[in-house]
């Protein structure tokens, strides 16, 4: 019985989650959970103006306040703490075309967006850190705002950062193929222009850390909600002048992510700088209002395209111009423009394009950041689908047909005209099924019957392809950023499996996943299975630790190489303690036995423990830990991706959407764990359609921003989410051992252009032609001419 | 100007306690943080997500817009005294089977939410559960596996009530 357990497969199975136990029973341990001996809290003063220079700050009356350690002012930041040149720790201020300017942690000499922060209170308590905050008196001289893409392209604009002399931050053209020949040869030209608004990550943890500098052996130990460990720590060091044995950085359980929680923010360097100053442990929980202003935002990008077209709907080239507006502060290590790049590359998606140009213009403005959110480069599928959709509308022609005409065969021997390998790409695949699941031509039944009656219905369809992780080249596997993973696999004298992994989980349930990899290939228990992480003394670096949907394939291939190379260790030991060969062993449950004859056997611990303690019954050359670093490029690698499809009826009296159905065809290789993958698509699904029917952060004209509460930033609830249907489509497998790919970002990605299609296809009727990707009812009306 | 304190009593998860805080400390800050109870989660201040919800005299609250002076005398429940002798009550287990929640910041809310559902409303449709769930947000999972948990969670409770 326990061994037929045992022996079941763990890999592909909806094991119950590893972390579950402890978020069910509030056992769970985030950063704020955490207290330690001495702690002072802080509170961030920030920047009720969009744009001015402060002329003088009065912190006189908050340093007198009982109970006030410390206030920073921009007077201290500059001896406190070191320039932040955003990017250069990885390179990133080395792209081509780009500005980077130089800041430091709090407002020196101007503030640049509504929350900027330019004060620092360490108090005994938050509440008497948030009342010190009322007593700083700041004096500013009012610049100008620079409130969108359009303001900061005029020669005229206050420049954000005087040093850069405009707000041009980055411009550089891009360009595939033979764009000229596409046009030469084309029917037509469809133009459009087609805007993204601005987008916020918002997970349900906000921001967060504890930093505790130790004055003894001056060591800075920084507790952190982070994605990514190691980039705090390489950045922190150097801010704090520390080598980096000095500083350890721990995060446990995060509260979601999204992107945001990849950068190290300005508020992580003050608070690091605070803690060494005071001597004392100093913990900041960001705020709901200082989260939603402050922490970071994304996409706001607009392209203006022209599409060489034939008449048969075949999509030739695409000439455009991509404007980015990038908020005022640089992301660090990634600051935005890295990501226009990866907009116009991704664009072509699963199509034969033939040329692609892009001029790219990124701006600075008084908003807060743009920083990463699931699908960074998202713009390419909606400006792909939304303008397939437009030139389908232009010819008159079906818009499944058009796509039809244009997305690869699989096995079409095909390549993405910025380069890469379309191999394995199953998005035809996608479309036909989910069209099959939704009924399409007995949809447009229904849709003309209730086109009688007055009802808007409409179908939108969009497919997407995710580098998650990609085909891969040798000069990807060769890319610190993404390409190799590494980790640290270990079997102890209980006979329970170790995994040390550099990904820092935040909702994904990596301890479950790596665990199902491990148990399988190792043949023990699953919960004999214990993963590690979060802290960067015994972690491999990493400079993200997860994000960009690749450690499905990364992670769960270095477990796999990994448990594989411990497993052969394990039975060389074994072979020789039970005078028997190596290839007649096996493991299972956790013993190992000669195959056949199960009586023959040694428990896995024993094995370890004789190998840790009493290595002299060994020969010289199977001495050692049972302990395995294992790299992983990726092997394949391979693409994630699909087709989401749903049907909409919008009310033409109220501007209300209500999504009917909602399907989703998905190809994410072999699944570790349907039920993860399961929740990641849902959860991305959400988010678009979120973004799409309510979520928008936003700014009035003079730069304020007026989306800083849950009531004006408005979250999806379980009434607006519908019920996702998602069905899986056969993979290719592109690699002998690991076709496990990332799907965390695919949902988010595609959701949006999937509704906005929709929503345009309800509205046809009524004339209106969507080129934007915000649709609240106000805007539903005013697209339809109920409002001005 | 040292901030005024007042001893409040109150039983919490079962057990009689007794604090001394500042009068205007929200009841979330002093569950967490002078009860040590760190289950109940803060993820707005402003009575939204529903993430710091713990029952006080049965009923659901934001213990983030009410005082913890304000529940003296009262009787509290945080997601720590949901489980029994370390067993997970079956909304827990339902939550666990069905795959419910990924980061978990959410869940101590959406846990005490349903623990209520399930005791004043045994009969529930996905509509009710929708609507009933609606006061909490999650960013992580779109819902459908919160509301398959309740409704796995109302089945087994209705099953076990008919044994």
Same mark, same amino acid.
């Given at each position: 019985?326990?061994?037929?357990? /045992?022996?079941?497969?763990?890999?592909?199975?909806?094991?119950?989650?590893? +972390?579950?136990?402890?978020?069910? &029973?509030?056992?769970?341990?985030?950063?704020?959970?955490?207290?330690?001996?001495?702690?002072?809290?802080?509170?961030?003063?920030?920047?009720?103006?969009?744009?001015?220079?402060?002329?003088?700050?009065?912190?006189?009356?908050?340093?007198?306040?009982?109970?006030?350690?410390?206030?920073?002012? /921009?007077?201290?930041?500059?001896?406190?703490?070191?320039?932040?040149?955003?990017?250069?720790?990885?390179?990133?201020?080395?792209?081509?075309?780009?500005?980077?300017?130089?800041?430091?942690?709090?407002?020196?000499?101007?503030?640049?967006?509504? *929350?900027?922060?330019?004060?620092?209170?360490?108090?005994?308590?938050?509440?008497?850190?948030?009342?010190?905050?009322?007593?700083?008196?700041? +004096?500013?001289?009012?610049?100008?705002?620079?409130?969108?893409?359009?303001?900061?392209?005029?020669?005229? !604009?206050?420049?954000?950062?005087?040093?850069?002399?405009?707000?041009?931050?980055?411009?550089?053209?891009?360009?595939?193929?033979?764009?000229?020949?596409?046009?030469?040869?084309?029917?037509?030209? %469809?133009?459009?222009?087609?805007?993204?608004?601005?987008?916020?990550?918002?997970?349900?943890?906000?921001?967060?850390?504890?930093?505790?500098?130790?004055?003894?052996?001056?060591?800075?130990?920084?507790?952190?909600?982070?994605?990514?460990?190691?980039?705090?720590?390489?950045?922190?060091?150097?801010?704090?002048?520390?080598?980096?044995?000095?500083?350890?950085?721990?995060?446990?359980?995060?509260?979601?992510?999204?992107?945001?929680?990849? &950068? %190290?923010?300005?508020?992580?360097?003050?608070?690091?700088?605070?803690?060494?100053?005071?001597?004392?442990?100093?913990?900041?929980?960001?705020? @709901?209002?200082?989260?939603?202003?402050?922490?970071?935002?994304?996409?706001?990008?607009?392209?203006?395209? +022209?599409?060489?077209?034939?008449?048969?709907?075949?999509?030739?080239?695409?000439?455009?111009?991509?404007?980015?507006?990038?908020?005022?502060?640089?992301?660090?290590?990634?600051?935005?423009?890295?990501?226009?790049?990866?907009?116009?590359?991704?664009?072509?998606?699963?199509?034969?394009?033939?040329?692609?140009?892009?001029?790219?213009?990124?701006?600075?403005?008084?908003?807060? !950041?743009?920083?990463?959110?699931?699908?960074?480069?998202?713009?390419?599928?909606?400006?792909?689908?939304?303008?397939?959709?437009?030139?389908?509308?232009?010819?008159?022609?079906?818009?499944?047909?058009?796509?039809?005409? =244009?997305?690869?065969?699989?096995?079409?021997?095909?390549?993405?005209?910025?380069?890469?390998?379309?191999? /394995?790409?199953?998005?035809?695949? !996608?479309?036909?099924?989910?069209? +099959?699941?939704?009924?399409?031509?007995?949809?447009?039944?229904?849709?003309?019957?209730?086109?009688?009656?007055?009802?808007?219905?409409?179908?939108?369809?969009?497919?997407?392809?995710?580098?998650?992780?990609?085909?891969?080249?040798?000069?990807?596997?060769?890319?610190?950023?993404?390409?190799?993973?590494?980790?640290?696999?270990?079997?102890?004298?209980?006979?329970?499996?170790?995994?040390?992994?550099?990904?820092? #989980?935040?909702?994904?349930?990596?301890?479950?996943?790596?665990?199902?990899?491990?148990?399988?290939?190792?043949?023990?228990?699953?919960?004999?299975? &214990?993963?590690?992480?979060?802290?960067?003394?015994?972690? #491999?670096?990493?400079?993200?630790?997860?994000?960009?949907?690749?450690?499905?394939?990364?992670? $769960?291939?270095?477990?796999?190489?990994?448990?594989?190379?411990?497993?052969?260790?394990?039975?060389?030991?074994?072979?020789?303690?039970?005078?028997?060969?190596?290839?007649?062993?096996?493991?299972?449950?956790?013993?190992?036995?000669?195959?056949?004859?199960?009586?023959?056997?040694?428990?896995?611990?024993?094995?370890?423990?004789?190998?840790?303690?009493?290595?002299?019954?060994?020969?010289?050359?199977?001495? $050692?830990?049972?302990?395995?670093?294992?790299?992983?490029?990726? *092997?394949? $690698?391979?693409?994630?991706?699909?087709?989401?499809?749903?049907?909409?009826?919008?009310?033409?009296?109220?501007?209300?959407? @209500?999504?009917?159905?909602?399907? %989703?065809?998905?190809?994410?290789?072999?699944?570790? =764990?349907?039920?993860?993958?399961?929740?990641?698509?849902?959860?991305?699904?959400?988010?678009?359609? /979120?973004?799409?029917?309510?979520?928008?952060?936003?700014?009035?004209?003079?730069?304020?921003?007026?989306?800083?509460?849950?009531?004006?930033?408005?979250?999806?609830?379980?009434?607006?989410?519908?019920?996702?249907?998602?069905?899986?489509?056969?993979?290719?497998?592109?690699?002998?051992?690991?076709?496990?790919? *990332?799907?965390?970002?695919?949902?988010?990605?595609?959701?949006?252009?999937?509704?906005?299609?929709?929503?345009?296809?309800?509205?046809?009727?009524?004339?209106?032609?969507?080129?934007?990707?915000?649709?609240? #009812?106000? @805007?539903?009306?005013?697209?339809?001419?109920?409002?001005? | 100007?040292?901030?005024?304190?007042?001893?409040?009593?109150?039983?919490?998860?079962?057990?009689?306690?007794?604090? &001394?805080?500042?009068?205007?400390?929200?009841?979330?800050?002093?569950?967490?943080?002078?009860?040590?109870?760190?289950?109940?989660?803060?993820?707005?201040?402003?009575?939204?997500?529903?993430?710091?919800?713990?029952?006080?005299?049965?009923? #659901?609250?934001?213990?983030?817009?009410?005082?913890? %002076?304000?529940?003296?005398?009262?009787?509290?429940?945080?997601?720590?005294?949901?489980?029994?002798?370390?067993?997970?009550?079956?909304?827990?287990?339902?939550?666990?089977?069905?795959?419910?929640?990924?980061? *978990?910041?959410?869940?101590?809310?959406?846990?005490?939410?349903?623990?209520?559902?399930?005791?004043?409303?045994?009969?529930?449709?996905?509509?009710?559960?929708?609507?009933?769930?609606? $006061?909490?947000?999650?960013?992580?999972?779109?819902?459908?596996?919160?509301?398959?948990?309740?409704?796995?969670?109302?089945?087994?409770?209705?099953?076990?009530?008919?044994?």
């Amino acid at each position: 019985m326990a061994q037929a357990t /045992g022996a079941a497969r763990q890999v592909g199975a909806s094991v119950r989650r590893a +972390e579950d136990p402890r978020i069910l &029973t509030g056992a769970g341990r985030y950063v704020d959970d955490i207290v330690l001996p001495g702690m002072l809290h802080a509170a961030f003063l920030r920047s009720t103006y969009a744009h001015a220079r402060i002329t003088g700050v009065d912190a006189s009356a908050a340093r007198a306040l009982p109970g006030v350690v410390a206030v920073y002012t /921009g007077d201290e930041v500059r001896s406190m703490t070191q320039p932040i040149v955003p990017g250069t720790a990885v390179g990133m201020h080395l792209m081509p075309g780009l500005k980077t300017p130089t800041f430091f942690a709090l407002a020196t000499d101007k503030v640049r967006f509504v *929350g900027d922060p330019v004060a620092l209170v360490v108090a005994e308590s938050r509440y008497v850190a948030e009342d010190a905050i009322d007593l700083i008196d700041v +004096e500013y001289d009012p610049l100008p705002p620079v409130v969108d893409a359009q303001q900061a392209l005029e020669g005229s !604009s206050a420049p954000v950062f005087d040093e850069l002399g405009d707000n041009v931050i980055a411009r550089y053209p891009i360009a595939f193929g033979d764009t000229d020949a596409a046009f030469a040869e084309a029917d037509r030209v %469809v133009g459009a222009t087609l805007a993204v608004h601005r987008h916020q990550m918002v997970p349900m943890e906000g921001r967060g850390a504890i930093a505790s500098y130790d004055p003894g052996p001056g060591t800075l130990t920084y507790y952190a909600s982070t994605q990514s460990p190691h980039i705090l720590k390489l950045l922190l060091g150097p801010q704090l002048q520390l080598a980096p044995e000095q500083v350890r950085v721990l995060a446990g359980d995060v509260g979601g992510a999204f992107g945001l929680k990849t &950068t %190290v923010g300005r508020e992580d360097v003050m608070l690091a700088a605070a803690s060494k100053a005071v001597g004392r442990p100093v913990k900041w929980i960001e705020d @709901r209002s200082e989260h939603l202003s402050s922490s970071g935002q994304a996409r706001e990008e607009t392209l203006d395209i +022209e599409a060489a077209v034939t008449d048969d709907g075949r999509l030739l080239g695409i000439r455009g111009r991509l404007t980015m507006d990038h908020g005022a502060y640089p992301g660090d290590p990634f600051p935005a423009s890295a990501f226009a790049g990866a907009i116009v590359s991704m664009m072509p998606g699963p199509t034969r394009l033939r040329g692609l140009s892009c001029d790219i213009t990124v701006v600075t403005t008084n908003k807060c !950041s743009y920083l990463a959110y699931r699908g960074p480069w998202a713009t390419e599928t909606f400006v792909r689908e939304r303008l397939i959709d437009i030139i389908a509308r232009e010819l008159g022609l079906d818009p499944v047909a058009v796509r039809l005409a =244009n997305y690869i065969e699989k096995g079409e021997p095909a390549r993405m005209i910025s380069g890469q390998s379309l191999v /394995g790409v199953t998005a035809r695949e !996608s479309l036909e099924r989910a069209m +099959e699941l939704m009924d399409y031509e007995g949809f447009r039944r229904r849709q003309r019957q209730a086109a009688g009656e007055g009802r808007y219905l409409g179908l939108g369809m969009a497919t997407y392809i995710e580098a998650a992780p990609g085909p891969r080249s040798d000069d990807q596997r060769a890319s610190q950023l993404m390409g190799v993973e590494k980790a640290r696999i270990s079997v102890d004298d209980r006979g329970h499996v170790t995994i040390v992994t550099r990904q820092q #989980p935040h909702g994904q349930g990596h301890e479950t996943t790596l665990a199902q990899v491990a148990a399988d290939e190792m043949g023990v228990p699953f919960e004999h299975v &214990t993963v590690l992480y979060g802290d960067t003394d015994i972690t #491999p670096f990493a400079i993200v630790g997860t994000g960009g949907s690749r450690s499905a394939t990364l992670a $769960g291939g270095v477990v796999l190489h990994g448990a594989r190379a411990l497993k052969k260790k394990v039975l060389d030991v074994a072979a020789e303690l039970l005078e028997a060969s190596p290839a007649d062993l096996t493991i299972v449950d956790g013993m190992v036995s000669v195959v056949g004859t199960p009586t023959r056997g040694l428990p896995l611990g024993e094995v370890a423990r004789i190998a840790a303690h009493e290595p002299e019954r060994l020969p010289a050359e199977l001495r $050692g830990d049972l302990e395995v670093e294992q790299d992983y490029d990726g *092997g394949a $690698g391979g693409w994630s991706g699909g087709t989401h499809s749903c049907i909409v009826e919008v009310d033409a009296e109220t501007g209300q959407v @209500r999504i009917d159905r909602y399907v %989703v065809v998905e190809d994410c290789g072999a699944m570790i =764990n349907p039920a993860i993958v399961e929740g990641q698509v849902r959860g991305g699904v959400a988010q678009g359609i /979120g973004a799409v029917l309510l979520e928008r952060s936003a700014y009035d004209d003079d730069g304020q921003y007026v989306s800083a509460t849950f009531m004006d930033y408005l979250l999806p609830t379980a009434m607006e989410i519908p019920s996702i249907e998602i069905h899986h489509v056969d993979t290719v497998p592109l690699d002998p051992d690991v076709n496990f790919r *990332g799907v965390g970002e695919g949902g988010m990605i595609v959701t949006p252009a999937a509704v906005v299609n929709a929503i345009d296809d309800a509205l046809a009727p009524l004339g209106a032609t969507i080129r934007e990707q915000h649709l609240p #009812p106000s @805007r539903i009306l005013e697209l339809i001419g109920t409002i001005a | 100007m040292s901030e005024p304190t007042m001893r409040v009593r109150f039983s919490v998860n079962g057990a009689a306690r007794e604090v &001394t805080v500042e009068a205007r400390k929200t009841l979330a800050d002093v569950i967490r943080e002078d009860l040590g109870l760190t289950g109940t989660h803060v993820g707005c201040e402003h009575g939204v997500c529903g993430a710091c919800t713990v029952l006080v005299d049965g009923d #659901p609250v934001r213990s983030c817009l009410m005082l913890g %002076v304000q529940a003296g005398g009262s009787d509290i429940v945080t997601v720590e005294g949901v489980a029994g002798d370390g067993v997970m009550h079956p909304v827990q287990q339902a939550f666990w089977d069905s795959h419910s929640f990924q980061c *978990g910041f959410c869940t101590p809310g959406f846990v005490i939410t349903a623990y209520a559902l399930l005791r004043d409303k045994p009969e529930l449709t996905e509509a009710d559960v929708r609507a009933e769930l609606s $006061g909490n947000l999650c960013r992580c999972t779109g819902y459908q596996s919160i509301v398959n948990g309740v409704l796995a969670a109302a089945e087994r409770l209705q099953d076990a009530g008919k044994e």
